[in-house]
């Protein structure tokens, strides 16, 4: 019999701000046990209900950029005036672990996490359209004309670069896109990159000829 035993998947979602990924992110979290958050450091101050070592690993400035010229991220990237950084050991003891892991981070990360972990699966989250968009984010709201104006338009060069991604999800109806999700991270779960001892440990069974 050959063991279930795989390394984890890495799973890196991208979508403009207010297309849903934080929902969508939640619930593959909940279901899914096996999923390990990866923690970002930033140089963005806490909010109100984050916690240091859970959401984020709150930096200064100077210690994130020591840590960058040491070697210690797979990515970083500036975004709405801060840095984040994804940590490079932590991802790979991680995976080799067996865990999967979730990378919310935003289009230039992708792009260099793409680089980093070359088997990671990159999905892009899609709105069903500007005026959706734009009821979604004054729908939390949390933005003034000003910002929902650099949003929208962030979005748009966010979603210019979908191309490069594996695969798009149209969020539209959520429970559609959930299902989606759902069967993209299971999908993953099953590439040959993930099960590399099976194949070795299914020919064992073989007796040479
Ligand atoms: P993001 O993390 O991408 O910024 P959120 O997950 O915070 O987005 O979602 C933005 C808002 O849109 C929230 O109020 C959320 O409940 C709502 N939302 C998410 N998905 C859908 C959907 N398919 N239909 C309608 N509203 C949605
Ligand atoms: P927020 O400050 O709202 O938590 O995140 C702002 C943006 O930064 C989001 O698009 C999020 O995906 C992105 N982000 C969070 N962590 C990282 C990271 O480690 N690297 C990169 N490149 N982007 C990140």
Known sequence: MISPARTGVALVICAPSGTGKSTLIKRLLAEFPRFAFSVSCTTRAPRPDETQGIDYDFLSREEFLRRRDAGYFAEWAAVHDHFYGTPLLVTQELLASGRDLLFDVDVQGASQLR??????WLIFLLPPSREELIRRLQGRQTETPESLRK???IAAQEIAQARWFNLWIVNADLEQAW??????YIAATLSPSCQAGILGELLEEWEPE
């Open 115 to 120: 680089r980093a972990i070359p088997d990671a």
């Open 179 to 184: 299902q989606e999700l759902r069967a993209a």
């Open 151 to 153: 949003r929208l338009r």
